[in-house]
Every structure is written in C-alpha cells, then in structure tokens.
C-alpha cells in the first residue's frame, strides 16, 4: 500500500490525474485496452472534469478505455444524486465516447435485478474471465464506507466478486455496488480522500483496529494488485504515519 499525501486539493487532484494517465498507457500498450471503475459522490467530479480537460484529455487514448461503476445510487439516470449523470456531465460526454465503451447501471430495473444484469455485463466483458478491473477508484465516507459498502450491512460479508443490491435503512434508499471480493481482484485500487473532514475515517481504515463492521474500507485489501491512497494534509492530518 503507498499513501501519498497531498498539500491540498488541487495537488492530489493532478496526482491521482497523473497516475491514471501512467496506469492508463501503461494498461493500453500492454493490452490494449483500460477497465476503469469511476466512483461516485462528491469528490471525483473535479477529477473527472480534470481528465476531460485539455491538460489531461490527450495524454490517454480513451478509445481504449472503458467506463464501469464501482457503486451507483438507485435513481433515475437523470437524478441529480445519479452517480452517471455525475460522470456522464463531468467525463463521459466531454470526451465524446462511444456508448460502446460505457457500462451504466441499469437503474430502471429493480434492485436486485439491476445488480444480477450488471453483474451479466461484467461477466461478458472480461469474458467469462476472472473479472479484474485495471483500475478500481473509490472514495471514503466520513462514517468510513466506500463504494456503498456501508457500516452493519450484510454485503459486507459477502465472499463473491459480484455485484449486490444494499438496502439502507437509515437512508431508506437503496444502492447498487461492487462487493469488496471483486474490488479486491482489480490490479490498481486508488482511494481518492481530500478535506478534513475525511482525516478520522482515513485513521480508521489504515491505521486503527480491525473493525469491518464499523470501518468498511478495511475490507479493501487487492488480492495482488496495487493499493495507493491519494489524500490531501487535511485528509491525513490524523494519520500517525505518513
Ligand atoms: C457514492 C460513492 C461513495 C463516496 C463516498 C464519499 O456513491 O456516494 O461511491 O462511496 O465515494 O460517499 O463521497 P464524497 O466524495 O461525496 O465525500
């Protein structure tokens, strides 16, 4: 696992940029094509938005690259709280891709069945092969969830690499999300955590007692690929070692 650690946002937003790019060629060039799982919520929309950017966009060949979700909320494709119109709006139409290249999920489902098509597509992509993103992106929440693998939710002991309908009862609402087995079989995992608010969580997850129950991200642990966190000083100010 590396942490890299940021002076602010902008920085560790251009850090993980520059990781993609490197991930993304070096992916290209070896296999000629990049799995890459977006995450959700707030803070990757700048990263997104950066990648689309004219800095950034012709750094990769993003013909080559194809677009999954790590986790999306179960809404309507033009809900504002829609994980893909956010990723839709910031990268995807940007770089005027092909919907080929595009993998939603398919929220006009029921939950369950939304899960078991997306679960269907994954298979098909990687071919009835072990399902191994290249990239996995994921972000933290300050209650130390990520994906929607959320605090005392029983997908949390989940031993398949699939995809699983949760339901949260505080929330009332349902998401859709990778279990931990299957991010777990990506080559690179990237946590993107910026702000202070994050800096307790982001103890929790890398440095303090084993609780899954309490701190979900403990489950992120990549069978063999690569683990790197990119956060800002504010996101690391709790961390003992840097
Ligand atoms: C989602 C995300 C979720 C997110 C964290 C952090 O669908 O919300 O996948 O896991 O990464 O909740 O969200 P913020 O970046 O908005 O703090």
Known sequence: MKINVFKNEDEVLHGLANYIVETASASISTNGQFSIALSGGNSPKKLYEL??????KGKIDWSKVHFFFGDERYVPHSDPQSNYLMAKKAILEPLELSFKQIFP?????SPDDAAKAYTKDINLYFAGMEPRFDLVLLGLGDNSHTASLFPHTPVL???TASIKAVYLEDQKVYRITMTAPLINLAHHVAFLVYGEGK???VHHIIEDKTDIEEYPAQLIKPQSGDLQWFLDTGAAAQLKRK
Do not use: G, W
């Open 199 to 201: 800096a307790v969580a």
């Open 51 to 56: 990648l689309a950017s004219s800095s950034y």
């Open 105 to 109: 999920i398919d929220t006009s489902l």
């Open 157 to 159: 002991h989940d031993k």
